[in-house]
């Protein structure tokens, strides 16, 4: 009975539950991704035009991304808490855009719905912060792995939810909006007291290796399964029971996981960790300890051990080298106890910064620019999916909501996987994977301005793919170039990149243009009805409520502008690229054996 008692606990503090709950938090927490799917039903029963629907995408947008005081509360405050926080603002903001959407409450004012939607998608930032800083405390060594995997999983909430609705069975859309306030909520509530730091880094195993690739290929059946069940219900039209069987089968998918910390719990493995490999890898990784014992010691930089290490250690087989370099960090650590070290006020690149520090940066402000440029105009699409489809001939946005959820999440983990590969084979910048995807993206927009036959699904595959990249390698660069002691902080201020861009791209651009040509339009087939009634009696154009417009015309100048822009943000990341090569090749250099 102690045995099993033993294997409990260790169940309960291993760092893959932790892992696998923050999974399952993620792919609860990408509900600013819905807003092309709940768009078409706010824009007909509340009557907004499209510059009034962009102001609300654009709030959404803000709610989604201004996390500062949730980056501010995880240095100080149980992630707990931080779940808490979220689950009440999801359900009161989604709850309340329900009650009006559903007609239960009076439409609100353009103003007071966008402080209804920016309180409810806000929420999202306490589980994103919450199960980020957790995750790469608990895996320090797998940066690239671990974020793509959590960031993806958000990517999947779309899909989700909307299988779900599925099997709700009801033609009223705005339920949608009640399963988006209630679904995310009851997760993380019931998740709130497992997501925790358990000291992660002295966990590692030979095993671990395996449980990512088996984690690999759950999210590469998740992602092909989803794709098959979205192509089934969209043109076979099947029964309600086999809608049913479909997502029983996500669900056990989506549960697999948690596979990897029971078998690791209750077999015995030894771990692989010693106490120099222990402090090496807290040093090099800028690792911030979750004990205040740890918080109370004076902080060495890499930079001071760079400094203080013979010339010829690097000369020196792998493994001396790893042995030479801890036994350094060690005397430092005690010799600034003592006072005997100058500890640096101002770190360098892959050292712990405070976000006021990194302002200090060029590369971030370049990092945060070129995410910008290729993230916000991202995002774009996604808010305007429901009324892309619509101008290109779709009446049901559906599938291409669901189809952008899955490749947004193969993006994310693939940006994380190959990002990876990158630092730690090559050590090479993680930019040059950042380029690589905005290029596509690029390639994406000009897809969608040509309008060619069948280019939607091309078109929304790359610029999916490419967005999902963005949130898989920006995060992990961010955390090796300006620390992990505060990144919860620096990585809530990034992400105001992207309500930045769809404000620029969204609301000044792309839903200006289209209100024009939905304008040209409404003229020109007012004309062509004054000189034929019968043409007047048939036309949609003039039916009551906003105006709608449909062709090639609508989106043609807006994407081609956004694809323009993703080129410069791929020159941009190819600067960071250049500026931070030396970084890389000295963070990672001990790695590569």
């Known amino acids: 009975m102690g045995k099993l008692g033993d294997r409990v606990r260790a169940f309960s503090r291993n760092r893959w539950l932790v892992f696998v709950a923050a999974m399952w938090v993620q792919s609860m927490a990408g509900t600013t991704y819905m807003f092309g799917a709940i768009s078409p039903v706010l824009k007909d029963r509340l009557g907004y035009d499209q510059r009034q629907l962009a102001a609300l995408g654009v709030a959404k947008n803000v709610g989604g991304c201004l996390g500062l005081l949730a980056g501010a509360l995880s240095a100080a405050r149980p992630a707990w808490l931080l779940l808490l926080v979220g689950a009440a603002q999801n359900f009161l903001g989604y709850g309340g855009l329900w009650l009006v959407a559903a007609g239960h409450a009076p439409p609100l004012p353009l103003w007071l719905m966008c402080v209804v939607i920016f309180v409810g998608t806000n929420g999202q930032t306490y589980f994103i912060t919450a199960s980020l800083v957790t995750t790469i405390q608990n895996f320090p060594k797998s940066r690239g792995p671990t974020v793509g ?10 899909a989700i939810l909307t299988q779900a609705f599925a099997v709700m069975h009801t033609p009223d859309h705005a339920t949608l909006i009640f399963m988006i306030a209630v679904g995310p909520s009851l997760v993380a509530i019931g998740l709130m007291f497992v997501i925790r730091p358990v000291g992660g880094h002295r966990q590692v195993r030979p095993s671990d ?83 205040q014992e740890k918080e109370d010691e004076p902080e060495v930089f890499l930079s001071e051990v760079e400094e203080e290490k013979p010339k010829d250690t690097d000369t020196l087989p792998p493994s001396e080298r790893r042995k030479r370099i801890a036994e350094l960090q060690a005397k430092l650590v005690q010799a600034a106890a003592r006072g005997g070290v100058r500890i640096k006020r101002r770190p360098h690149r892959g050292d712990n910064f405070t976000l006021m520090q990194a302002f200090l940066k060029a590369d971030f402000w370049i990092i945060w620019l070129s995410l910008l440029l290729g993230s916000g105009s991202g995002l774009t699409v996604i808010d305007n999916l429901g009324q892309m489809s619509q101008a290109s001939g779709f009446k049901n946005a559906h599938i291409f909501v669901s189809l952008m959820s899955i490749w947004n999440f193969l993006g994310r983990v693939g940006g994380g996987y190959f990002s990876e590969i990158i630092v ?54 961010v955390s090796e170039l300006f620390g992990v002691k505060h990144f919860g902080a620096m990585y809530n201020f990034l992400i105001l990149a992207n309500p930045t861009g769809s404000f620029i791209f969204s609301g000044l651009i792309v839903s200006n243009i289209y209100d024009y040509e939905a304008e040209k339009q409404a003229h020109q087939h007012q004309m062509s009805a004054l000189l034929s009634p019968q043409l007047l009696r048939t036309m949609s154009f003039l039916a009551d409520g906003p105006l709608k417009c449909e062709g090639p015309s609508c989106f043609f100048v807006s994407s081609l502008i956004m694809s323009v822009f993703c080129v410069i943000g791929a020159g941009l990341s190819l600067l960071v690229v250049h500026r931070t090569k030396r970084v890389y090749a000295r963070l990672y250099s001990s790695v590569r054996t």
């Open 209 to 291: 290796k395996n449980s990512f690739m088996f984690i690999y290929a759950v999210c590469l059946l998740l992602a092909s399964y989803l794709v098959g069940a979205m192509l089934i219900q969209d043109f076979l039209e099947p029964s309600y029971d086999v809608v049913v069987f479909l997502t029983v089968i996500l669900f056990i998918l989506l549960i697999s996981p948690i596979a990897i910390p029971v078998v690791l719990s209750f077999t015995a493995e030894k771990a692989e960790h010693t106490i120099e490999e222990a402090l090496l890898s807290e040093s090099l990784a800028g690792e911030a300890s979750t004990s």
């Open 424 to 477: 730690r084979e090559r050590t090479y910048p993680r930019h040059i994977a950042l380029t690589f995807a905005q290029i596509v993206m690029a390639a994406g927009h000009f897809l969608f301005a040509m309008a060619w036959p069948g280019t939607m699904y091309i078109a929304s595959l790359l610029v999916g793919l490419a967005y999902g990249a963005h949130w898989a390698i920006v995060p992990a660069a």
């Open 149 to 158: 995997i959590l960031k993806g999983f958000m990517g999947l909430t779309s």
